[in-house]
C-alpha cells in the first residue's frame, strides 16, 4: 500500500492504543468573568496577507511551497509570520526565500494560529453540509447516509510465510454526524488565553459478516481508510478552516493453526463525544452513550486453536486550520473473538465496546498540547470466560549521529538498540516519522539504519515506531536542531512511482533541488540507485533519471547535488519494489459437459485465480466456437449460460485478464447432439407353438434405433407378463426359455438406447 495509506493506517492504530484508564466527565464551560464571546476576530498587524492574485498554484514540500510568480515579488523579511488566504492557504514564519523570474519560494516554519491572530473568536457549526470532496475506495460507496461495503477484502496475503484473507461478506454502516466547533484566542497578554470545543454527535448502524481464513500460524493487523469526506471552507477572517471526516476499517488477528473464522454482529449505537480544553482547566472529554443495540448473532470458528479476532470501525474529524491540522478526535466500535486452550480446559470471550479520543496531530495551535486523550471504554456486549496471556510490548531505542548538524549534513538513524521480550532485535520492525507530524516517512522494516538530510533549517522531533512480531508497538521521540548553512545547495527529488515491480519505469526528478546563490539550472546531479554506494551515473545537469529494478526488494536511492563551487548536498528516499505481475490462471466448469440442441449449458468461470488479484477483480470473456471472435466481451461475472443450435464439437475459449491488464486463456470442447428418439422394440419366437419339452428361442435383433447401432441397445425378458422383469438389460439379442406348465404366455421385451429412452413389444407363445 501506499505511504499515504499507511500514514491512515497510523491514525488507526493511535485510536486502538490510546485509551487510558481513567473516567473523563463532561466540562461545562464558564466564562469566570471574562466576557470573551464579545472578543471580535482581529489579524495580527505585523501579518503580511499574501496577494492571490500575484501569487498562484502554491507547491508545499518540507516546509516549503513554491508560488507562480505574476510580477514584482513582494518583500518577505526573514522571521516575519505570513498567510496566504487561497484555498486551502499556507501559513507561517519566514525562514528564507528564493527568486526567479516566474516563481517565488518560501522556506517557512510552522506556527500556531495565535502567532497571526490578536483575538480569534471561531465557532463553527456542521450538521447538513454537503461534502466539498470525498475519497473512496474500491468496493465501498455511498448511499445517503449509508456507507456500503459489497463483499469487501480488506487483507488478502502473506503474514508470517502464511496467507491471511479477511473480507466482508456483507457490511453496511450507517454513519449520521453533526459538529459543532469553536475555538477562542486572545493575545491581550504575553500569555494567550484559549478556549477550545469540539462536540459531535452521531448516531450509527454497523452490521457485518467477516470472514477470516489462515493457513498456518498468523499474527498481524491493519486498518484502511475506506473513504474519507473533506467539508468546508469556512472562514474565520482570512483564514480557511476545513473538516475532514474520516471513516477506517480494520482487524488485529493472531492465529496458531489453519483457522476460518465467521463473525455475524450488528451494532447500533447513537451517542456523543465531547471535548474541550480552556485555560483555567485542563482537556477534558466524555463520550456518552443514549442508545444501543448490539449483537453477535453468529461465531464459527474452530473450537481447538488458539486465536484473537479483532473488526473494527473507527471515524476521525480533523480541523484543518488553512491546510495545517490541529487536533483529531475519533470514537470507534468493534467486535471481538478470543478463543485459548489451555489444555484440559477451552476459554472464549466475545465482547463489542465502543470509546473515543483526541490527539494531537498537528501545531495549528501550537500551546494545545494533549499526547492522548481518551474516554473509558465502553464495553455493549460481552460473553466473558477466562483470560489470555498477553505479549508485550517492544522497549524503542535510538541514536542520532551527528547528534545536530546544518541542512548539508546526512544525519544517521540507528534503531539497532530496540530491544523486546520476546522477539529478537533483528525480527523487529521498525518505521520513522522524521518530522514529528504523526506521518510516517518509512514502511515497517527490519533495516535498523536509514540516513536522511533535512534541506529546512529547524527543530525536527524525530519518531521511531518497533513493532514485534505479535504486533505490539512502542515509540521513542528525540530532538534535532538543523542549522541553515547557506553555501550547500539542497537536495530534492521524487521518484514516480513511489513504489512498484521489477516491469515498472522509475523516473526520478530533482528540479525541487535548489541552492542559495546558483541558479537551479547550473546544478549537478548524480545518482546511486540502489544504495550500494556506487554512483550509478555521472554528474550533469540533466535533473530526470529513468531506472529499472530488475530484482525485487526494499532499494534506498540517493542523490547528490552539487553547486558552481563544488559543494554538495544528499537526501535518500526508499523504494519497494516488489515482484513482476504473474498472470491469472484461467479455468472453468460446464454443466453438463455434453448435451444436445435444447440443453442449456451453464458456464462458470469462479475457479480462475490470480496471485495478485481477487476473484472479484478479474475480468472474463468468451468466444464460443474458437473462432478468434469474442462472442461476450469483457465483464466481471463468471457465470453465463448458453444454448448450441447445431449439433457438433465446439472448442469453447475462455480469457481472463487482471487488474494490470496480464490475460490467460483456457478451452475445453463441448459435444453437442441431436435431440434422442426412443428406439422401437421388436422381436420373432421360433417356434410361436410348442410343448414343455420345447425350448423356444427369442430374438431382438430386429429391433432398431435412429441414433444408435443395434450392438449399443439393451434388451430384457418378462416371460410371464407380470412386470417382473426376468432379465438385467444386456446387449445379447437372443435368449432361450422353456415353460413347465402349458397355457398361453404373453412374452414381453424391452429395449433401452444409450441415451435412456426404453420401448417395448409384447407378443403371444402357446405351450401345449
Known amino acids: 500500500m ?88 499556507v501559513y507561517g514564519r519566514i525562514v528564507s526565500t528564493a527568486n526567479q523570474e516566474d516563481s517565488l519560494q518560501i522556506q517557512f516554519e510552522t506556527v500556531g494560529v495565535e502567532y497571526l491572530f490578536t483575538a480569534l473568536n471561531q465557532i463553527t457549526k456542521i450538521s447538513s453540509q454537503e461534502p466539498a470532496e470525498i475519497t473512496l475506495l474500491p468496493g465501498s460507496a455511498w448511499d445517503e447516509d449509508t456507507l456500503k461495503l459489497f463483499k469487501y477484502t480488506l487483507f488478502s496475503g502473506m503474514i508470517n510465510d502464511n496467507p491471511l484473507m479477511v473480507s466482508f461478506q456483507d457490511g453496511k454502516l450507517y454513519a449520521g454526524e453533526q459538529l459543532d466547533h469553536s475555538v477562542l484566542v486572545h493575545r491581550a497578554s504575553d500569555i494567550p488565553l484559549r478556549r477550545y470545543l469540539m462536540d459531535f454527535s452521531y448516531e450509527q448502524e454497523f452490521n457485518g459478516i467477516a470472514r477470516i481464513t489462515s493457513f498456518g500460524s498468523v499474527d498481524g493487523k491493519d486498518s484502511i481508510r475506506i473513504s474519507s469526506r473533506l467539508f468546508g471552507p469556512f472562514f474565520a477572517g ?98 471481538e473473538l478470543k478463543n485459548f486452550i489451555n489444555l484440559p480446559e477451552w476459554q472464549r470471550e466475545k465482547r463489542i465496546y465502543s470509546t473515543a479520543s483526541a490527539i494531537k496531530v498537528g501545531n495549528a495551535l501550537s500551546d494545545i498540547w494533549p499526547e492522548i486523550l481518551a474516554a473509558e471504554e465502553d464495553t455493549l456486549y460481552r460473553d ?99 542549522e541553515l548553512t547557506h553555501s550547500a545547495p539542497t537536495a530534492f527529488f521524487t521518484v514516480t512511482p513511489e513504489s512498484g515491480r521489477t516491469t515498472s519505469f522509475f523516473t526520478f526528478d530533482a528540479t525541487g533541488s535548489w541552492d542559495a546563490d546558483d541558479p537551479a539550472e547550473l546544478l549537478k546531479v548524480r545518482w546511486d540507485f540502489d544504495g550500494d554506494g556506487i554512483w550509478d551515473t555521472q554528474f550533469n545537469t540533466n535533473k530526470f533519471a529513468v531506472w529499472i529494478y530488475p530484482e525485487a526488494g526494499e532499494y534506498v536511492a540517493k542523490l547528490e547535488v552539487k553547486d558552481t563551487e563544488g559543494l554538495t548536498g544528499s537526501t535518500s528516499k526508499m523504494i519497494l519494489v516488489s515482484p513482476a505481475n504473474i498472470k491469472p490462471t484461467a479455468f472453468f466448469t460446464v454443466t453438463p459437459e455434453s448435451g444436445t440442441v435444447e440443453t442449456i449449458f451453464q458456464f462458470d468461470a469462479s475457479g480462475s485465480s490470480d496471485p495478485e488479484d481477487s476473484i472479484d477483480q478479474l475480468q472474463v470473456r468468451w468466444d464460443w466456437n474458437n473462432d478468434g471472435v469474442w462472442d461476450i466481451g469483457y465483464r466481471y461475472e463468471k457465470t453465463i449460460t448458453k444454448a448450441f443450435e447445431v449439433a457438433g464439437e465446439y472448442r469453447v475459449v475462455l480469457e481472463v485478464t487482471d487488474t494490470e491488464g496480464f490475460a490467460n486463456t483456457y478451452s475445453r470442447v463441448i459435444t453437442v447432439s441431436n435431440p434422442n428418439t426412443p428406439p422401437t422394440a421388436d422381436f420373432t419366437i421360433t417356434p410361436p407353438v410348442g410343448t414343455t419339452d420345447t425350448q423356444f428361442q427369442f430374438d431382438a435383433s430386429i429391433s432398431r434405433d435412429l441414433e444408435d447401432s443395434l450392438e449399443e441397445l439393451e434388451v430384457r425378458w418378462d416371460w410371464d407378463n407380470d412386470d417382473v422383469w426376468d432379465t438385467d438389460f444386456t446387449t445379447l439379442k437372443t435368449a432361450s426359455y422353456s415353460f413347465t406348465q402349458p397355457g398361453s404366455y404373453i412374452i414381453k421385451l424391452q429395449v433401452k438406447d444409450s441415451g435412456g429412452l426404453t420401448s417395448q413389444k409384447a407378443r403371444l407363445v402357446i405351450v401345449e
Open 2 to 89: 501506499s505511504l499515504m495509506m499507511n500514514r491512515f493506517r497510523y491514525f488507526a492504530t493511535l485510536l486502538l492504543t490510546g485509551i487510558l484508564l481513567i473516567s473523563c466527565q463532561r466540562d461545562e464551560i464558564k466564562n469566570e468573568d471574562r466576557d470573551l464571546d464579545t472578543i471580535m476576530t482581529a489579524m495580527d498587524d505585523q501579518v503580511l496577507i499574501l496577494d492571490t492574485n500575484q501569487l498562484t498554484g502554491p507547491q508545499r514540500s518540507y516546509g516549503a511551497v513554491r508560488f507562480a510568480l505574476k510580477g514584482m515579488a513582494p518583500s518577505l523579511p526573514k522571521g516575519t509570520c505570513f498567510l496566504y488566504p487561497g484555498s486551502p492557504g
Open 238 to 335: 482570512p483564514m480557511p478552516i476545513f473538516y475532514q471526516v474520516d471513516h477506517f476499517l480494520g482487524f488485529e488477528v493472531h492465529l496458531a493453526k489453519d483457522t476460518v473464522a465467521i463473525l455475524d454482529f450488528k451494532i447500533y449505537e447513537k451517542g456523543s463525544v465531547k471535548t474541550t480544553y480552556n485555560f483555567w482547566g485542563d482537556w477534558k472529554i466524555n463520550h456518552q452513550i443514549e442508545e444501543n443495540q448490539v449483537s453477535f448473532d453468529t461465531v464459527i470458528s474452530p473450537r481447538l486453536s488458539n486465536h484473537l479476532i479483532h473488526i473494527f470501525f473507527a471515524r476521525a474529524i480533523t480541523p484543518l486550520f488553512a491546510g495545517e491540522p490541529s487536533h483529531q478526535f475519533a470514537q470507534e466500535s468493534g467486535a
Open 384 to 482: 466473558l470466560q477466562n483470560g489470555i496471556h498477553n505479549n508485550t510490548h517492544p522497549v524503542a531505542s535510538f541514536r542520532i549521529n551527528p547528534p545536530g548538524g546544518s541542512t548539508t549534513t546526512n544525519f544517521e538513524f540507528d534503531a539497532s538498540a530496540s530491544t523486546d521480550f520476546e522477539t529478537s532485535t533483528e525480527n523487529l520492525q521498525v518505521r520513522w516519522d522524521f518530522d514529528g507530524d504523526n506521518h510516517y516517512d518509512t514502511e515497517f522494516t527490519t533495516s535498523k539504519t536509514i540516513y536522511r538530510v533535512f534541506p529546512v533549517p529547524g527543530i525536527y522531533q524525530v519518531v521511531l515506531e518497533v513493532r514485534d512480531e505479535g504486533g505490539l508497538t512502542s515509540r521513542s521521540t528525540q530532538s534535532l536542531t538543523v
